[in-house]
């Protein structure tokens, strides 16, 4: 069964960092492209990152220069690395694995997992 | 950027209806459109992917159509579990990029 577990959400002041983790199950996470998505307290979704296979990484300008996408082969874990937080960066932020083919990648998103929320605040 | 247009904002049926739920795109996405639902306290589930596939599991009273920049998510015969948040979703190739729809409020 394909399976995303993340972990390392909690509350953090304004500038500070955190790093998240998303532990895969029933597939490489090296294998396939993965994202990131966030939603905002009763808010929409919002695509925050994702790497290819190959390990090219892309963002949105809103957290460009400050989140970095990674991702450990041997402990088969995708990361997120949240530097310079803001308040408007509080949400519940989910891994997702991307579906398509070598025509196009990115075309919808399965399985997502359950979900780990940052809350930053002074 | 492409931005996705989801209508109406809530949808308010009953059990046992059918719901018809919109989503346009800005300029032409193909058919390289995803549905999904989210219920309070869940991550979102795949519905829908290329505009018309129903993902693993789904039941056949969900179906999607369109093409371009028009699609279109149909429920047949509400079930009680159906009233939920559904968003539409597409990608850019270049640069890549996700956008998902601001979602469609289905309520009993």
């Known amino acids: 069964e394909v399976q995303l577990v993340e972990s390392g959400g909690g509350l953090v002041q304004p500038g500070g960092s955190l790093r998240l983790s998303c532990a895969a199950s029933g597939f490489t996470v090296s294998s396939d492209y993965m994202a990131w998505v966030r939603q905002a307290p009763g808010k929409g979704l919002e695509w925050v990152s994702v790497?290819?296979?190959?390990?090219?990484?892309y963002y949105p300008d809103s957290v460009r220069g400050r989140f970095t996408i990674s991702r450990d082969i041997s402990k088969n874990t995708l990361y997120l690395q949240m530097n310079s937080l803001r308040a408007e960066d509080t949400a519940i932020y989910y891994c997702?694995?991307?579906?398509?083919?070598?025509?196009?990648?990115?075309?919808?998103?399965?399985?997502w997992g359950q979900g780990t929320l940052v809350t930053v605040s002074s | 950027e492409i931005v996705l247009t989801q209508s109406p904002a809530t949808l308010s049926l009953s059990p046992g209806e059918r719901a018809t739920l919109s989503c346009r795109a800005s300029?032409?996405?193909?058919?390289?459109l995803a549905w999904y639902q989210q219920k309070p306290g869940q991550a979102p589930r795949l519905l829908i992917y290329d505009a018309s596939n129903r993902a693993t599991g789904i039941p056949a009273r969900f179906s999607g159509s369109g093409s371009g920049t028009d699609f279109t998510l149909t429920i047949n015969s509400l079930e009680p579990e159906d009233f939920a948040v559904y968003y539409c979703?597409?990608?850019?190739?270049?640069?890549?990029?996700?956008?998902f729809g601001q979602g469609t409020r289905l309520e009993i």
């Open positions: 300029q032409s996405v193909n058919n390289y």
């Open positions: 979703q597409q990608r850019s190739n270049w640069p890549p990029a996700i956008t």
């Open positions: 790497i290819y296979s190959g390990g090219g990484t």
């Open positions: 997702a694995k991307a579906g398509g083919d070598s025509s196009s990648w990115l075309r919808w998103f399965d399985p």
